[in-house]
């Protein structure tokens, strides 16, 4: 017999009204990835962890996190996705040491939302928060405006709940859009689309040239980088697990970054913990292994994650602002993790960003694009006409980089 389901994961609101931190407790049978996959679903519902807990025999894992929430936190929802991304109780009997699951999960259908509007500063934060809301996954969009002033949104999305081919489900999108955009929305509609459709990449999107030249700075000299992060490996403290420790400035998603990391890896976390002190400092001790169940002893291999980890520390998104002729370009690009997944939230950040400096966004695309043996998601934002000075520019770059990073 298995653990009931409400037992898999367990919230506890918090106790004293001096204390924020709410109490996520994950008990259930362990996956090579499990971690980056919990650490994702929290990252998307917008919360902050402060202190984590790791435990796990390879069959069983026992993980404990503490978070800051918001006031519009969907607890039941949240707890419910994350029972969602545990393996079944049952699969605990008869797995292999760190075995990943055999079949994956089936890609879920893809939709396309057609929104026309009337153009207003911050339209798309306006719009891409409904969507959030509504657990649309933004898959790809492209966005232009018209001359006179109407705006075409094409919006590739998935449904976490897996309904949006009902009518009751597209009818309930579009009355939400409605009541937010009110009569600057002119019309709406949902079909289905193939995942082939979301792939391409099309013309529009940068030569690798041009990329490589604004991104493929893997060390991080640029203006926006995290500064003092220290990533050591040490095999004398434990006769069976390689410690890792890991002394950073604390950001958003600072977590998954590390686990999505080791996921891509596939290297297993047997136990660790992680806690945020004062002034955004991070402390990370990690015991790991292999997927065969061995240290990493080999000092090529050593290097090779120390290396991986710091650039994903240090720089785990690229943004810039470039000049095309008469253009104005905001570019903001992620690492994609190689199970395919992308960094949540992204969009919002940056959408958010711009409305709060009041800049409007002529048009958008979203993309996947290879550099190297990496695949990016790319974000391309053609800007409004706005002053090039380089006071102007740097204030864009800033606010969107603190955005991301939750360093408002």
Known sequence: MGLLNDDVVTIRQPERDDDPKSVITVNCPDKTGLGSD???LILFFGLTIVRVDVSTDGKWCYIVFWVIGKPSTRWGLLKKRLIGVCPSCSSASGISFYQSELQPPKPPDVFLLKLCCYDRKGLLHDVTVVLCELELTIKRVKVSTTPDGRVMDLFFI?????????NTRQEDTCDCLKSVLGDVMISCSILIAGPETVCSQGHSFLPPAIMEDKFDDEHGSGSHT?????VTLDNSLSPAHTLVQIVCEDHKGLLYDI????KDY???????RGTTKQKRKCEVDLFIMQADG???????????LCSRIQMELRRPLRVTLVTRGPDTELLVANPVEVSGKGRPLVFYDITLALKMLNTGIFSAEIGRHTIGDREWEVYRILLDEVDRSPVLKSQIEGAVWKMLMGWE
């Open 266 to 272: 596939n290297i297993q976390i047997s136990y660790g």
């Open 259 to 262: 686990m999505r990391t080791f």
């Open 38 to 40: 919990l650490c994702r």
């Open 226 to 230: 995290s500064n003092n992060v220290s």
């Open 294 to 304: 061995k240290k990493i002893v080999d000092p090529i291999k050593q290097s090779a």
């Open 158 to 166: 998935t449904d976490t709940r897996e309904l949006l081919h009902t």
